[in-house]
């Protein structure tokens, strides 16, 4: 069985959904892509005039040779579930509904139907990831490997991945570290659902949260019986000016970098204002720095980190430049939090797994690391200059924001216009996520964060067979 697949709806991620997926059977590759083709238009799942991808794009995706698709797609349209004309591609073709037949006593289940583009944001690029650059490092880690590797071990983590990471994010990111600083976690979720404990542990009762971002974070605080009430956020950022008002935050959560999701940077002033609040309060700045490596317009802003070690935990992980499968992040701590984190890891996940752990060690030591995400670096930003350069030609009324940075634009709407797009690209079977979507407002906070129609598109997850198709569709729902 061959798929093509970059993900699947039913994931918790919000970023992740379905491009083209077929299941490749039969007695052979040909008639199991035809007869897969077959079924997803049958059921709705590939709707009149959708756009199929380009026959050397699937077959790639698949691992087929492009005969195979071009075949498949012969046979559907001589049959005529598939049009093809010169400019135009393959679409499916526009078919008359039968009469309805009488309506049965037996009841029908009804079956969910899965988008077959997915824009929303919270995804790489899954279809390149490096796959046999990963197996070579897994291949020397594990020969490399002394037995004692894998055993319980360190609860902070392997120290040859620690150690890498030392390096790398200095030199990267200029975070300040140490091994010994270093906990190895299963990614931020996890990082940031420990973090909570050791707050709550603290003494902390509050920790301040950017008015837009992911309702889970919050949930995961909220569930370390911790309070988060929104620090509001403009064109500059964060305004943490505003956390000398929340008198008993003892901790703030930030992505000062690529503010998530409007798309801004933390302005200069505003991470001074961050740190001396910390330094004064006594407080702890939580850096979320998700997709920190990808800048496309300049060398990408250090981490807040580096202005105060001792103040600012610092949090990273392989989610956005790999792939959010690989299970592996990293939290740099002040020297004094160490031995609280240990006791709080202690008590769920002890370690993640030590040949992944060595894997990557190997993967960033060798080089492979830094190559991928050179590469990366280019192919969204070629995809984000595409994205806008459509969007102007097609859809001029509507206005890309945010900093050419990460794997996401906010594209605004005029007002009261947000819900019937995103309503009108589901029924087309693209998946798109409104910046309403990640409002927040606290139950009786003073103010309410202002009020944006816009959408959040993630331009980095679609593969190069699905980028066409999602484009068509998005330009058709916009105003």
Known sequence: MERSQTNSTSEP????????????????????????????????????????????????????????????????????????????????????????APRSSTRVRTVRRHPTYGMRPGSPDLANFPRSQWLSAARRALSAAPHDAFGYGDPLGQMRLRTVLTEYLARARGVVAHPDRIVICSGFHHGLSLMGQVLKAQGTRTVAVEAYGLDLYRDLLSAAGLDTPPLFVDEYGARTDDLATLHKAGAVLLTPAHQYPTGVALHPDRRAAAVDWARARGGLILEDDYDGEFRYDRQPVGALQGLDPDRVVYFGSVSKSLAPGVRLGWIVLPEQLVPEMVAAKGYGDYMSSALEQLTLAEFMASGAYDRHVRAMRQHYRRRREDLVRVLQQRAPAVRVTGMAAGLQVVVELPRGTERSVVEAAARQGLALSGMSDFRYQAPGAGGQAPEQDALVINYAAPSDSAWAGALDILCGVLP
Do not use: C, I, K, M
């Open 13 to 100: 991620d919000p970023g992740l959904g379905t491009d083209l997926f077929v299941e490749l059977r039969g007695p052979g590759l040909r008639v199991g892509l035809a007869n897969a083709l077959r079924e997803a238009v049958r059921t709705g799942r590939l709707g009149p005039d959708t756009r199929l991808p380009p026959s050397r794009s699937l077959a790639a995706d698949l691992g087929v040779s492009r005969n195979t698709v071009t075949d498949a797609y012969a046979e559907l349209v001589a049959e005529g579930w598939l049009t093809a004309r010169q400019g135009s591609g393959t679409r499916v073709a526009r078919r008359t509904e039968p009469h309805s």
